[in-house]
């Protein structure tokens, strides 16, 4: 019996080390490779020669570190897979930080992105670490290409737990052409007055899920931009910034596709809006099944939007418009700091199509009742206080 389990041992060691299974995940530690993480030092090319040994890890797993108590001072950088081991991990315990002014940054090339992962599969980052963009000179300078500071570009099975973003000179965190993304337990900081400073933008990814986080910024906590799908966020707290948008949509006369957004459980606090769908006039395609559930508002401008006018100006739009189609609005509850409680305004060709709103319930923060404004909108409204006009009673 004994000799059997020995031998049974023996090949079950030697079988999984042989397919390179056993072997524990390699940590990779930046300070091993020279980063100094005093916050000044440029340590970009010992994170890129630590990024080259996880990519290239054998195993199945390996780890990079970022090890805590220290602050890594970066130049614009690129972790560009596809890489070996099936996932990666990257601990981020201390923190990152960008060039201090405008004039310090140097770039890479003409593709102004701060920190950047493109095209790996099975990256998981995870840690009370914090990124730091260092955004007030941006802000405060009139340059108009500012840059975002942490992008997803090409990533699938993508997840990202626990870290602080704050002060990026634009977007916090842009999710582009992902598959399979996971963001939870994340904090996003920046002054409400801070330009462009959206929290997460999503664009052509599918598959996305972000829950529990809390998003102050200067504009959208989250932004759902075209080609996006399946994507369900829940659990956000959002204020001050300008709420949750999807769009804006078919600028410049794109085409615009975007289906499948489900929002629940979100508290939108102090923002100008609250959970909105923009699209501008001439653009073409659709934005449908749509859900905004459970959402709590307090003294929020605009509760409730949807707008196919986004820009206010009569433009050669061919009478064209992206189709707003199957939209619910269910259990939104709170208080909005002007009197309009809903605005549905759709275009006046193509309209707003199976519209649902149910349980509303929105007053003006000092109790008096807000107003609805509807035009070319369909579909039905149960329980709706305030009343919305062009929808029928049900
Ligand atoms: C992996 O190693 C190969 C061969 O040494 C090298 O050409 C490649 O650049 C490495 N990959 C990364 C991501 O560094
Ligand atoms: C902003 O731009 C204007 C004109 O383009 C220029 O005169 C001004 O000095 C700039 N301000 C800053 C702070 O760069
Ligand atoms: C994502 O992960 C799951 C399980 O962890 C795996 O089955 C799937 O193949 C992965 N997909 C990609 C695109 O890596
Ligand atoms: C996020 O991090 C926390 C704390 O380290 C951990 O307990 C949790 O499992 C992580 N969640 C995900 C989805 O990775
Ligand atoms: C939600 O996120 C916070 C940190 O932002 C964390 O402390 C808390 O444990 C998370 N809750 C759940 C249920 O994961
Ligand atoms: C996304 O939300 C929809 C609607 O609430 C739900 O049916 C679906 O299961 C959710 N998907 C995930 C992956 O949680
Ligand atoms: C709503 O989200 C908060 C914050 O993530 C969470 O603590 C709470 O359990 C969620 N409630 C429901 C009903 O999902
Ligand atoms: C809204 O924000 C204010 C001030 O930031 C805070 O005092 C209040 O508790 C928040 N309300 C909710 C419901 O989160």
């Known amino acids: 019996m004994k000799g059997v389990f020995v031998v049974l041992l023996v090949f079950v060691t030697v079988s999984r080390s042989f397919f390179g299974r056993a ?13 100094r993480g ?3 030092t440029d340590d970009s090319e010992a994170f890129l020669k630590a990024w080259k040994d996880v990519c ?6 390996a780890t990079l570190v ?10 614009p950088i690129l972790f560009q897979g596809p890489c070996k081991p099936s996932t990666i991990n990257i601990e981020l315990q201390g923190s990152m930080i960008a060039p201090k002014s405008v004039n310090s940054w140097k770039w890479r090339n003409s593709d102004r992105k701060w920190v950047q992962f493109s095209n790996i599969n099975g990256l998981v980052i995870n840690g009370e670490g914090q990124i730091d963009g260092q955004g007030h000179p941006w802000w405060n300078s009139n340059v108009s290409n500012r840059p975002p500071v942490l992008q997803f570009h090409s990533c699938g099975n993508l997840s990202l737990n626990g870290t602080t973003h704050i002060n990026s000179p634009k977007n916090h965190i842009s999710i582009d052409m992902c598959n399979g993304v996971h ?9 409400m007055h801070s330009p462009n400073t959206d929290g997460i933008d999503i664009a052509g990814s599918s598959n996305v899920l972000i829950k529990n986080s809390t998003i102050e910024t200067g504009d959208d906590c989250i932004a759902i931009n075209s080609g996006s799908s399946l994507i369900n966020i829940s659990g956000i707290f959002c204020g001050p910034g300008h709420g949750i948008s999807i769009g804006s949509l078919g600028q410049n006369g ?10 629940r459980n979100c508290t939108l606090n102090g923002t100008l809006n609250g959970v909105r769908i923009k699209t501008w006039m001439g653009g ?11 959402i709590v508002v307090v003294g929020v401008n605009q509760p409730v939007v949807i707008n196919q006018h986004y820009t206010g100006i009569e433009e050669k739009s061919g009478g064209e418009a992206v189709k707003i189609s199957d939209v619910t609005y269910s259990n939104v509850k709170g208080t909005a700091s002007s009197v309009e ?7 006046a060709k193509v309209g707003c199509t199976h519209i649902v709103l149910e349980d509303i319930h929105i007053t003006r923060d000092d109790g008096d009742k807000t107003h609805a404004s509807c035009t070319n909108s369909h579909g039905i409204c149960k329980h709706c206080d305030p009343i919305v006009p062009c929808l029928l009673p049900s």
């Open 23 to 35: 072997s524990p995940s390699p940590c990779f530690n930046v300070a091993s490779y020279g980063a």
């Open 183 to 191: 963001i939870s337990n994340i904090h996003i900081i920046a002054p």
């Open 341 to 347: 409680g809903v605005i549905l305004n759709c275009d």
């Open 38 to 40: 005093n916050g000044k």
């Open 66 to 75: 970022i090890p805590k108590l220290k602050t890594f001072m970066l130049q």
């Open 284 to 294: 073409s395609g659709y934005a449908r099944k749509i859900t905004f559930e459970d």
């Open 254 to 263: 794109d085409e615009a596709r975007v289906e499948e957004v489900h929002v």
């Open 56 to 61: 290239n890890a054998t195993q199945e797993t």
